[in-house]
T-cell receptor, first 111, second 112 residues
Framework: GESVGLHLPTLSVQEGDNSIINCAYS??????FIWYKQESGKGPQFIID?????DKRQGQRVTVLLNKTVKHLSLQIAATQPGDSAVYFC??????????FGKGTKLSVKP | SAVISQKPSRDICQRGTSLTIQCQVD?????MFWYRQQPGQSLTLIAT?????????ESGFVIDKFPISRPNLTFSTLTVSNMSPEDSSIYLC?????????FGSGTRLTVV
């Protein structure tokens, strides 16, 4: 069946360093992926997305990389800030149009 | 993108009772969804709320336990029925419109 998972449940980085959060997906037919940030007590917030016809997409301080060969997705955050501390989820669009979420990675930024 | 107002934001309920969660979208949206997020875990889809017809439930979720309404393209409710402590979770609604997804802020439910 369809599933999306993450390699690491927690990630701790020093303020100013770059962060890399990884995600593996299983449905090779998936064509749209989204990264979300969820802060405590809030719903998921859109960070960046990528379609399967792309390998890389850049936003402000964030970059998403897609490797379709190994079904791997990553989110890179440049110059990580304390405000980046949150749980990050990758999500895949399912066959019904819903989102299928990975397990989540908790990012902690040390000052 | 659409803005979703979800309420209540939190509640503490007695076992055996029911709670209805409401989501109001500020524009007409194509699709609405309900998710459950158990403590420290990811989001799991409960059902797709269909406008004017019965919701489409995922495996493990049934209408008797989680009745859903969607009377129009801007509003949906999820009821958690006959609650037990195992239902303590965050419940979130989401919409999809023109390929974009938006989430409500969630309802943190504690059943005692």
């Amino acid at each position: 069946g369809e599933s999306v998972g993450l390699h690491l449940p927690t990630l701790s980085v020093q303020e100013g360093d770059n962060s890399i959060i990884n995600c593996a997906y299983s449905n090779s037919a998936s064509d749209y992926f989204i990264w979300y940030k969820q802060e405590s007590g809030k719903g998921p917030q859109f960070i960046i997305d990528i379609r399967s016809n792309m390998d890389k997409r850049q936003g402000q301080r964030v970059t998403v990389l897609l490797n379709k060969t190994v079904k791997h997705l990553s989110l890179q955050i440049a110059a990580t800030q304390p405000g980046d501390s949150a749980v990050y989820f990758c999500a895949e669009v399912g066959s019904q149009g819903n989102l299928i979420f990975g397990k989540g990675t908790k990012l902690s930024v040390k000052p | 993108s659409a803005v979703i107002s979800q309420k209540p934001s939190r509640d503490i309920c007695q076992r055996g009772t029911s709670l209805t969660i409401q989501c109001q979208v500020d524009s007409q949206v194509t699709m609405m969804f309900w998710y459950r997020q158990q403590p420290g875990q990811s989001l799991t889809l409960i059902a797709t709320a269909n406008q004017g017809s019965e919701a489409t439930y995922e495996s493990g979720f049934v209408i008797d336990k989680f009745p859903i309404s969607r009377p129009n393209l801007t509003f949906s409710t999820l009821t958690v029925s006959n609650m037990s402590p195992e239902d303590s979770s965050i419940y979130l609604c989401s919409d999809r419109d023109k390929g974009s997804y938006t989430f409500g802020s969630g309802t943190r439910l504690t059943v005692v």
